[in-house]
């Protein structure tokens, strides 16, 4: 196998019920090795800010894809991130020759052939790189978001269903970032179909 076309396939914001999935893959460069690379959740803030740029710079390629509320209730989470991990392995130039997939799973319709690893954004490197920009990216985004939607605090929880974004939910009800699917957002918009 070719080691310098090997993609790292990873996500953020699986389980928030507001805002989109980011969805990264990259393709690291063997010749320029990124010095501190480490699971997105176990890196602060300020690391992962610092490694992003750097990762666009260094790798050989690198694809971010978002998957959006809306095709969130359309296909349920798993399948929409799945689709969305299939766009950007596909949006990829150079094409890579293998993917490393966090999870246990695979998305259908891959540009090459593909494992899936558990904990893979804790073991291998372009899946770590792919972790950090997802996340980074889904970060910046919900910042942005909060000055859309104030008051339901994104900047902070990120749409987690943390009790305050609940609490917010219940006062403010949902906005058009929310996740319709997701039983929180849809108690709130039909509570008698609930019952």
Partial sequence: MNRR??????EAG??????PVAVAAVILDPARPLAGLGDSKA???SRRETLAPLIRTQALAWHLEWVWPAEIDRLNILHA???????ALHALEPAPVHALVDGNRLPKDLPCPAEALVKGDAREPAIMAAS????VARDQY??????RHP?????????YPTPEHLDALRRLGPCEQHRR??????ALLAPSLLG
């Fill in 181 to 186: 699917s997701f039983a929180p957002v849809r």
């Fill in 43 to 45: 890196l602060s803030p």
């Fill in 151 to 159: 008051g339901y605090g994104f900047a902070l929880h990120k749409g």
């Fill in 14 to 19: 699986r389980g928030p019920l507001a805002g």
């Fill in 132 to 135: 950090i920009l997802a996340k």
């Fill in 142 to 147: 919900m910042r942005e978001l909060e000055h």
């Fill in 81 to 87: 991130t799945m689709a969305g991990m299939s766009r």
């Fill in 5 to 10: 076309l090997v993609a790292g396939v990873d």
